[in-house]
């Protein structure tokens, strides 16, 4: 079992920039970010594989997120610039623990969330 802790997330206004991490306890195969706003289902927000070479943002993020990885820390992060009130959500770090293709919606272990308000 991999845990994973995130960080970061605070209170910003709009416009303002946050960056994230997300820390593993093991050895991670590609990872993830999502959030989920009060009233909303998860939605999807980035992902990256093992080497950094392939990375996915979802539409609503695109050109203002980024995410990276550092191996040797066991760690990811998602730069978050541009931020708007619709931003707001409960972000979550995800990781899988084998290779699968990086599209593939599974993820096999989950952190408990870091909390991003903006606000106008």
């Known amino acids: 079992q991999v845990q994973l802790v995130e960080s970061g997330g605070g209170l910003v206004q709009a416009g303002g920039s946050l960056r994230l991490s997300c820390a593993a306890s093991g050895r991670t195969y590609a990872m993830g970010w999502f959030r989920q706003a009060v009233g909303k289902e998860r939605e999807f927000v980035a992902t990256?594989?093992?080497?950094?070479?392939?990375?996915y943002y979802g539409d609503s993020v695109n050109g203002r997120f980024t995410i990276s990885r550092d191996n040797a820390k066991n760690t990811v992060y998602l730069q978050m610039n541009s931020l708007k009130p619709e931003d707001t959500a409960v972000y979550y770090c995800a990781a899988r623990n084998s290779f699968r293709p990086i599209t593939s919606e599974r993820y096999d272990y989950w952190g408990q969330g870091t909390q991003v308000t903006v606000s106008s």
């Open positions: 990256i594989n093992v080497n950094g070479g392939t990375i």
